[in-house]
């Protein structure tokens, strides 16, 4: 992703040299992996048809400096992969959820579909009657099953990985501020590979303009050729396929 970064610069240098000078300052965050569990029977999902068609919200909880807890609602539109917002507090009820759907609802566009798990403060009633009252379809994953829900999921990881281990937070407004500032280096900054090795915000400022850039979403995660990216050098020729041709 860095070396992706770095070419996006303007910046011509060997993808072995950028991995060997990660490696010798140590830059590489630690990933904590869980244990792999047996697979299972997999439910197709609903593929979003454009931006706002699906939003996925989860939570994810943090520490500050002093020991006191704190919760954080992550929000992202899976076409776009943007984060849409992070909401930081001590306490996040079911009042809390509804009240930052409708500030982006107000901001960008009403979705279709809320996907989440079942936790109260997504099934409680003030969440069931704010869906109920702008027409969105509630969509619940299956019990301990939060693959179905993989694309939030995967996003609190990388939150977690790059914000969350690595700062230190010293009260709440610290904290809205650190986590801010990573969402918008998210959305504006981190290149994705099944958008083409656009951003987020690149990514949803070019389907707004062309509606079916992303063509076979998500089984190739190919886009159309206006949105691919074109390789920065010719790749060296194979012998063996030259010796064939000849």
Known sequence: MLYRVIRREGFRVNHKRIERLYREEGL??????????????????????????????????????GGRRFRALTVIDEWSRECLAIEVDASLTGASVTRVLQRLCETRAVPAVIQSDNGPEFRGRVMDEWAYGHGVRLQFIEPGKPIQNAFIE???????????????????????????????????????????????EAFAALTTSEPAARTAWPTDRELAGAV?????????????????RS
């Open 228 to 244: 691919q990216c074109a390789p920065a050098s010719d790749p060296k020729p194979d012998r063996f396929s030259t010796a064939l």
């Open 154 to 200: 995967s996003f609190n990881s990388r939150l977690r990985e790059e914000c969350l281990n690595e700062q230190v937070f010293l009260s709440l407004d610290d904290a809205r501020r650190k986590i801010g500032q990573w969402r918008e280096q998210y959305n504006r900054q981190r290149p994705h590979s099944s958008l083409g090795y656009l951003t987020p």
């Open 28 to 65: 590489s965050l630690r990933r904590r992996r869980g244990r792999k569990r047996m697979s299972h029977l997999r439910v197709v999902r609903e593929r979003p048809q454009a931006m706002n068609h699906t939003w996925a919200v989860d939570f994810v909880h943090d520490a500050l400096f």
